[in-house]
């Protein structure tokens, strides 16, 4: 048994080897010990995810079964079928045992043979504590190695995430950080280095404790030491002490700016001006950032105000256009931190890289303003990029939170349109559905109607824009800041409205695939493999369809457009589709033919939401091209439920629209072929049906008729269809044709098997057209 044990090489637990050839060393580690200060020889095994008395890391109670077996001599090669079977004989049980047998059989490659041992793990349940315990005494590597093991997936990577999440869970709880900065103060050598490689292993969310720690006394030992722990974190320190920099708290924000002078980045520099020149009479701040200036640019003497500015304007006027500087994931996500003013505390989010840059621009700005030296742009761009960056953290479909709201509140309409204006021109799209909810709030119809709505020669006002830009979002919160000013009379892009909520009221939620090739028949088949995955087909074979059909449903998710159409080009099509603000957006995938591919992907790559695939679509390419389509959308991107909520408001709004005056109702006729497709969706049929009968069309009469005439449709709902057909044959008069009259009295001779109830109804319906109704 001690031979076995030796084997494995478990007999000694100070003494874990790696394997020469092993790609993931312990110097891979980024808990493995560095050359920093905080790795001195004081350093006891017992750290703060060792087993310290009352650490909740400590080992449990397991019993040691290697504790005298001999060791083997590094040279010494082990078979691996005695290494398997060794572990057999051996039998582990506890969670620390099963994991160094399945870490040994991956790197002796006996990893199918670990499978038995990680279910065990797998079974065990195991706490977020005994999962950290498991990371303290393996290390990361053997947790790289694990995910890593194609044998043992995906179980595996499982066990290593858990492991990992727990590590982070319970080293980055805010209480232990908090605890382990204030250690930091110790007389005690020990301690303090302890608590120092703790916070160093919780990274970026150890900024904070610290920052808070040495705010308490600049001039402390331990503000210093906390400082030379900010500067081991390197750029990880970075966006949690910009976060910071946002903070009420003057002495948090000198400790943020003693920490931003450790990070040896100059490009911060911008970041110090302010608190430089604004914080004279503030001599803690003001002598913060100067110590910061003179370590970020020792070559340099402190800014003067002129210079200063400059400085700061050009950083600001750099993130506006987009340039920021970080890592960025596969997803094109950035990792910042902001302060959460309600909280007082910095949290991180991910956000895209335009995102990020309007958070940079926003502080940056509003650092200018804070100088009161920022010029009418610097003050609307301030306002714009953090519009953008609120409302992205509110939701991209949800309402600004009260407080953000609270701050815009003294914004008269007029400034709401002029900075409405900017956000259009500067695609700053999240920002710009903020401002058109904060010039619906005014309910200031006075001025929003008369400056917020007016046209300037050819350019239609902000507001008005705003309908037809190609972001859904964006023309859907215009046409709610419209409701609320509710404009008691026309107004300029009152068609444009109508036409915004006839488009939105069609939606059914079911997502729709448009397929354009000159073969029909093929067109369907290429459609049809995409109704496995819910998409409702539709197909063309002419150019003038695609467009038409592109614009016209709001639910359409994707475009297959064949590279053989008869009138135009690629390039023409999909820049026609571009052209139109309800098509722009939607993705395309051209199918090229063989001998076109090459030429499609170097055109598709210069167009944005397109891609090329091979003409003979197969269902099994669906699994690639699904992914990437969802890619394409990005976060313009709208659920089913969303959708179908958009629905159901614009319809409301409609109905309220028709008829208060002639050109909202003129502007509500055009929309019946919305109105009709409404009847097919459960949630608007009722609201549908009453807005047709203010429609003076025989499409609408024909269509309240097919309606109420559908046995398999709810009596109620076919009775109020035939009442919306009564009043529209009263006030229109009878707009049907005497082939259509004839086809009505064929279904009531038709229903003498039907119930009494529709026998009822469908004679009401003759009544009508015979002028006997009951009502007349």
Known sequence: LCLSVALIGVCDHTTNRVNAQDDFAAQDDPFADGGDEFAADDVVADDGFGAAAGDPFAAGADVDVQAAAPSVADDEVVPPTALVDAIRVLNPQSPEQLF??????????????????????????????????????????????????????????????????????????????????????????????????????ARGDAVEPVVRMMAEDL????????????????????????????????????????????????????????????????????????????????????????????????????????NV?????????????????????????????????????????????????????????????????DQVAAGLDMPLADETLAQYEQLDAFTLARLLDVALQDEQEAAAIALLQLIGQTHDSAIAMHRGFESTGNRPAPLV???????????????????????????????????????????????????????????????????????????????????????????????????????WSVWTLIEMLRANPKSARIPVVVLARKDHMAQVEQLVSEQPRAMAWVENLRDEDLASILPRIA????????????????????????????????????????????????????ALTPDAIEVLAGVGSPAAQIALLDFASQETRPLALRQAAAAAFHASYRSFGRLLTREQVVQQYARYNRSRNSDAATQALLGEILDTIEGSHPKD
């Open 100 to 201: 160094r047998a399945v870490d040994q059989l991956i790197r002796a490659e006996q990893a199918e043979a670990a499978r038995p041992y990680l279910a065990q793990l797998m079974q065990a349940e195991l706490s977020d504590v005994a999962l950290a315990e498991l990371h303290h005494r393996f290390g990361t590597a053997a947790m790289l190695r694990l995910a890593r093991t194609a044998t043992l997936a995906p179980e595996g990577a499982e066990l290593s995430r858990k492991i990992m999440t727990a590590v982070k869970s319970i080293g980055n709880d805010p209480a232990r950080l908090e605890a382990w900065a204030s250690q930091l103060s110790s007389d005690d050598r020990r301690t303090q280095v302890l608590a120092a490689r703790n916070l160093l292993r």
């Open 219 to 322: 001039a402390a030992p331990a503000a210093k030491l906390g400082a030379e722990l900010l500067q081991h974190l390197e750029s990880e320190a970075v966006q949690p002490l910009l976060a910071i920099m946002d903070s009420s708290d003057a002495p948090l924000r000198a400790a943020a700016l003693i920490g931003l002078g450790r990070s040896g980045a100059p490009r911060l520099a911008p970041y110090l001006v302010a608190p430089l020149l604004a914080s004279r009479d503030d001599e803690i701040e003001s002598r913060a950032a100067a110590d910061a200036w003179r370590r970020l640019l020792p070559q340099q003497p402190l800014p003067q105000q002129t210079a200063a500015t400059q400085l700061l304007n050009d950083a600001a006027a750099r993130a506006y256009a987009g």
């Open 631 to 682: 890619k394409l959308w990005g976060r313009d991107a709208v659920d089913t439920q969303r959708r179908l909520d958009q629905a159901e408001t614009a319809l409301g709004w409609l109905k309220q629209r028709a008829g208060t005056d002639v050109t909202a109702s003129t502007a509500v006729l055009r929309q019946e072929e919305h109105l009709i497709a409404a009847l097919k969706n459960p």
């Open 325 to 389: 500087a970080g890592e960025v994931d596969s997803d094109n996500q950035m990792s910042r931190w902001v302060w959460d003013a309600k909280a007082e505390h910095a949290i991180e989010v991910s956000m895209s890289v335009a995102d990020a840059a309007s958070l940079e621009a926003a502080r940056l700005y509003e650092a200018l303003i804070r100088l009161q030296v920022g010029d009418a742009t610097a003050r609307e761009r301030a306002t714009v990029a953090r519009l953008q960056v």
């Open 465 to 567: 824009r705003s309908l037809s830009h190609p972001n859904r979002r964006v023309r859907f919160a215009a046409a709610a800041a419209i409701h609320e000013l509710n404009p008691p009379e026309s107004f300029d892009g009152a068609s444009r409205y109508a036409d915004v909520l006839g488009y939105f009221a069609a939606a059914t939620g079911q997502p729709h695939v448009l397929t354009a090739h000159p073969n029909s028949e093929y067109a369907r088949e290429l459609a049809g493999h995409f109704s496995a995955h819910g998409y409702k087909p539709h197909v063309v074979s002419n150019e003038r369809d695609l467009l038409e059909q592109a614009a016209s449903s709001p639910d359409i998710e994707l475009i297959l457009l064949s590279d053989s159409m008869n009138r």
